[in-house]
């Protein structure tokens, strides 16, 4: 599998709403509800001195004895984006670190809440992504691990937009004899902007999926779109800039 400069995650919760049961834990805490609003804010924007600011805020509640699920599974959300902040820079080590640190919560979300389908949708993400950082023998491993995780999310929630972009996302990145299929990814993606027409991760996706399909003038398209729906997108920027300057040799 490769997961690489134009991949990314599957965000991960980026730009699409909660689920409710989450929303409601932290409704129910008000300085859960102002933390989870500012990661929230951030995963959207890509402001790295926010999601900064948000792991600081839920790794202290994660260090707590007390420490819920919800603490671990908010503080994965908010590294993952680094992930596409520090590859994008060049940074391949920082990028890696701070995959592996949002894994490590991811596992731990999971643990403590077995029942959260996003939980291990998240978990999925984290592997897939990590995947274009291992060597061939850990990618395999790793792309196994995200497969199975998104598939569970999937069965879970068979309507969650990330979970169609999770089990897309394998789909589009591994190869045909390990259940590579380009254009079911790209069916999935379709399915994800149809459930949630405010979002614009599912149009990041659908353009990587024509890039995959070795079509620059739809990525383009759906960048743009990406872009119309939510301006503050920084993925869509990040990836739009990328396609760019790909275009023009830069």
């Known amino acids: ?34 933390a989870v609003a500012r990661l929230e804010r951030a995963e959207l924007t890509y402001d790295r001195a926010e999601l900064l ?7 202290a509640r994660a260090s ?18 680094l992930i596409e ?11 890696e670190k701070a995959g592996e640190k949002g894994l490590e919560h991811a596992r731990k979300a999971v643990e403590k809440d077995p ?7 998240l978990l999925g993400d984290f592997y897939g992504r990590l995947t274009g950082f291992k060597s061939m023998l850990a990618r395999m491993s790793y792309g196994g691990k995200s497969q199975k995780h998104h598939k ?15 089990v897309g ?21 379709r399915q994800a902007a149809a459930v949630d027409g405010k979002a614009a991760l599912p149009h990041v996706w659908i353009a990587l999926a024509y890039l995959e399909l070795d079509d620059p003038g739809q990525a ?8 119309e729906i939510q301006p503050e997108s920084g993925l869509a920027r990040i990836k739009l800039q990328a396609l760019r300057a790909t275009a023009t040799g830069g």
């Open 64 to 81: 707590r004895r007390e420490a819920a699920a919800l603490d671990h599974y908010y503080l994965a959300r908010a590294y993952f984006p």
């Open 220 to 227: 383009h398209r759906h960048l743009q779109r990406a872009l």
């Open 53 to 59: 600011r948000s792991i600081d805020a839920f790794t």
């Open 85 to 95: 902040l520090y590859e994008s820079s060049g940074d391949a080590a920082g990028a």
């Open 115 to 121: 029942k959260n389908a996003d939980g291990y949708r």
């Open 169 to 189: 996302s394998d789909k589009l990145y591994a190869p045909p004899g390990f259940g590579g299929d380009r254009q079911a990814a790209l069916d999935l993606f």
């Open 1 to 34: 599998m490769k997961r690489l400069a134009l991949s990314t995650l599957t965000a991960l919760a980026v730009a699409l709403p909660a689920t409710a049961p989450q929303a409601h834990a932290a409704g129910s805490d008000r300085e859960l509800a102002t």
């Open 152 to 166: 569970t999310a999937l069965e879970m929630a068979p309507t969650s937009p990330l979970a169609l972009i999770g």
